[in-house]
């Protein structure tokens, strides 16, 4: 059996930064039961899909969609269908449930398992520690520029953990994979680190997972057996926090610079308070102000997201978020507008108001304005010129 793994382009210029892990992972499952397999990522590889269509002649093909994806995966099943009607179309990621588009299989959620009863296997995986050795060759690794801000190249992702215990009222994680946090085997962890490093010569991993310090005492794992098998002398990491005093310690934050972590990317979303408990971040100010003092204490850089529009946002939010830009100090930040992401809590109350335009999922992007608020209209949403450090 042929199969073709692709990951569509986004909605809006964007440079495919590391190799899909997803694509990777699945790939390497169907190889593993003795499929011929490609994966290619639109926007990267330089032959058009009709090519790899008539060369390959691929029995299945396989569709990673997140919402920004949602006109290039349209198209590219447009493109299957009129090159050969009979090939199956598999679509999976975080928006294959709301793609409408006629497909033969939907995969939603983790989807190792239900990959390979499509493949015809009669094996299943125990979920996030049964996971495949990851056959790099698959994709070519020097290809890929790696995620800003670069710390080091050839740069490579993983994704060590799944879930998120929060439930963001903007966010479709909890959606997608559950709030119920499933932690990787140190061992299989450590071994694709290795790997990625002696055979593939990555010197930084940026670490995909929501929050990798859910459990400090799991992140505390990982990171000393990076140091005991001297992967910090050879790589360098990059990790998503949340800002919680009891996940912030000044132990982790030690111990992480010491196993070569160089940049932590926190979520703040907004500097008002009251925005933080109506988007139900479960985070303070306080908690925030800490987390960045204590990561610029032990000389790791930091990046700071933000989001504007959310529901409850005022022109005091906004003047409250630039204050907190200015204290906490980030190495670099970043902000968007509010993006109604299907099945979240603030899309459905934007919706119910009447506050969101009317548009295509094919047009979403960042840096678009999507919806207002009860106090912002359009206009004054869009007069606005953005956060300054």
């Not at 490609?38 to 691929?58: A, N, Q, V």
């Not at 269908?81 to 497909?103: C, F, K, M, Q, W």
């Not at 520690?129 to 020097?142: A, F, G, H, K």
Request: proline letters at 5%; aromatic letters at 10%.
């Amino acid at each position: 059996m042929k199969v073709l793994l692709i990951q569509p382009e986004c909605n809006y210029p964007s440079p495919v930064a590391v190799p899909s892990q997803a694509l990777l992972t699945l790939g390497t499952l169907a190889q593993n039961i003795g499929c011929s397999v490609k994966i290619l990522h639109l926007g990267l590889d330089e032959r058009p899909l009709f090519l790899y269509l008539i060369d390959f002649k691929p029995d299945i093909v396989g569709i990673t969609v997140n919402t920004f994806q949602v006109a290039s995966a349209k198209l590219i099943i447009e493109t299957v269908r009129s090159i050969n009607p009979y090939t199956r179309i598999v679509i999976g990621g975080p928006h294959s449930e709301y793609l409408d588009d006629a497909v033969d299989d939907k995969v939603i959620g983790e989807g190792e398992n239900r990959w390979l009863a499509i493949l015809g296997s009669q094996e299943s995986i125990e979920l996030i520690n049964q996971l495949p050795t990851i056959n790099y060759d698959l994709v070519d690794m020097q290809k890929f520029p790696g995620v800003p801000p670069i710390g080091a190249i050839p740069s490579a992702s993983i994704m060590a953990s799944r879930g998120c215990p929060s439930r963001c009222s903007y966010c479709n994680t909890p959606i997608f994979v559950g709030t119920k946090v499933r932690l990787g085997n140190p061992d299989y962890i450590l071994g694709e680190l290795k790997r990625l490093n002696e055979k593939w010569g990555v010197k930084e991993v940026v670490f995909q997972d929501d929050t990798f310090n859910a459990s400090t005492k799991w992140a505390t794992e990982i990171l000393e057996r990076i140091i005991k098998v001297g992967l910090n002398k050879e790589m360098i990491f990059r990790l998503v926090w949340r800002v919680n005093e009891k996940l912030v310690t000044q132990e982790l934050l030690n111990l992480a610079k010491r196993a070569g972590v160089w940049h932590i990317y926190y979520g703040v979303e907004s500097g008002s308070q009251r925005m933080l408990d109506r988007m139900n971040k479960r985070i303070t100010i306080k908690e925030i102000k800490r987390a960045f003092s204590m990561t610029h204490e032990v000389g790791l850089q930091t990046h700071a997201s933000f989001i504007v529009g959310l529901p409850g946002e005022t022109w005091d939010s906004i003047k409250e978020t630039q204050q907190l830009i200015s204290q906490i100090k980030s190495t670099t930040f970043s902000w968007c507008y509010f993006i109604p992401f299907p099945g979240t809590e603030a899309t459905k109350e934007v919706t119910e108001k009447g506050y969101i335009r009317e548009t295509d999922y094919s047009e979403y992007g960042v840096g678009k304005l999507f919806a207002r608020t009860d106090a912002l209209s359009f206009e004054d949403l869009e007069s606005f010129k953005g956060y300054t450090k």
